[in-house]
């Protein structure tokens, strides 16, 4: 085995021209700018600013929150579009749309049994799920335990002006308890294992209700430890709730901040950047707003320094979880059509020593998502297996995990990867055929929960991320001579050692009883997956054209002829 792979090392070297280089090399003076550039405070600040509110398209927090960016984004010198010159590069603009219903925020809540307060929404910031209204006042409401909530188990009962609690869905309960029997409202609990909610006792995951403005009613969500002490008591036929909700219901309009660096002579092909806005905790997704809004600044700065000159445009989005981005790529037909690469920033910050879990690259579809083995592994979020038809091969995976494991190894950070499982504003990007990533952690066990707070963000990681996705759109917008030739470079090495490992376990599996044809299938379909990862590097549009296909070709043939020596392998 060692024979024939130092065979295909030297045939794909061979390739190269000679001043080919390493990717860690080209990178350097990347890394070496945006490590210097990159103001991990000042991303910190401003997550720490957008942590506070609980953000929702259209109320008061997600606004201020993206007038902050704003302002942010001014300082480091961008422009309001409507008043830039024409030779003005950085540029922001507002985008503004009507909603299809109103928006909703929390203003203050509480929930007692007796004289003993179980919940306050100063601690427990996710205590009231949306879309509920306000009681009025502090009033007093009869709870009626319902161990399964359904059509079935209500039937017959009196929920008129009473609380149903139950373990479960608040919607699906809403739906039942509050549109076809008349309760006052409903409280529930439900937390995922990963929240830990046994240790996390105090954690509540947020949750809403329909927004339904005839009943006016509410939902109440739980710890772990105001459900036990409330069930046991409400068990105990102690049934007399007091509950105070204050909310705001009100009309209000989206908005999306679309910030640019336009590109110096391709400045309809672009690198997208996105970040969601909405949502209440601190890392889920106030880091990447932080994270985001800085990776804008340093460029703008290093821009304004005459260090960087981007040939293609880098765009900014902050707005809507996938909404936002979904529009983006679909709203201009022409405009998509220059999208090369799209990048999600979703939970970016964690300080994964309280946290647990670790930073992770969401890979586009490729064989790992179908045979998920080896190094390949599915984070706790959960992906379904692909098919082959389902495959994007391209570059993107390898050239941003090479980027960021070259930060990890200077940095001593923790680095790693998982097989495509969708969620985040990535996905708009590949249903539109766009190549697209997503930078993430998981598993965070205060993931959703109102424990998601500053204290759990981590400013050496959000430089860590940003400084990686810094890099990786200006290696791709800069467009240098070389980089076609270091990103094919990249891509065969990333191809060898993936067929090598591939080898190993189907040879173990085969050893094991697994059959040889599907073992084979597993390492052609491999070998044709990065057939069209090194054909996907012409859209880099290399410089020098003929040469580069030069190379292009025989590092096919050089692939082709080391997957016969693999499949030769196994028997």
Known sequence: MKKTLILFLGLVLSVFQANAQQLDSFVENYYNMADAEFNQESAFQTVDYVQQYWRLAGNEGFNNSIYHVVEKLKMAGYVLEENAKPTDRLTYRIEKRAMSRPTWEPVSGSLKIGNQELLNLKTNFNMIASYSYSTGGEKEYEVMYVEKVSAESLNGMDLKGKVVMTEGSPSRTFNEAVKKHGAAGVITYGLPSYNQPEKHQNSISFTGIPNDPEAKAFGVLLSYKAHEVLKKAVLARQTKVKINLETKIYESEELTLVAELKGSTLPDERFVFSAHVQEPGANDNASGVGALGEVASSTARLFKAGKINPERTITYLFGDEIVSTRRYVQEDAERAKGIKWGMSLDMVGENTAITGGSFLIEKMPDPGAIWTR?????????????????????????????????????????????????????????????????????????????????????????????????????????????????????????????????????????ANGADLAEQKDIISTWADYYRGVFNATLDIEPKNMEAFKNNLSSTQDALMGYRNLVLGQLR
Do not use: C
Request: hydrophobic share 35%.
């Open 374 to 510: 080896g190094k390949e592994k599915h984070s706790e979020w959960g992906g379904r297996p692909l098919k082959k038809d389902q495959l994007k091969p391209h570059y993107f995976n390898d050239l941003t995990i090479g980027v960021f494991e070259m930060i990890g190894d200077k940095k001593n950070w923790e680095v790693n990867y998982n097989p495509f499982e969708g969620g985040s504003d990535h996905t708009p990007f590949l249903q539109a055929n766009i190549p697209g990533l997503l930078l993430w952690h998981f598993t965070d066990q205060f993931y959703h929960t109102d424990q998601d707070r500053i204290d759990k963000v981590s400013p050496v990681t959000l430089k860590n991320v940003g400084i990686g996705a810094m890099i990786i759109s200006l290696m791709l917008t800069e467009n240098s001579d070389r980089l076609a030739d270091v990103v094919l470079y990249e891509a065969s090495m990333s191809a060898t050692m993936r067929l090598q490992a591939e080898l190993k376990l189907s040879k173990d599996a085969i």
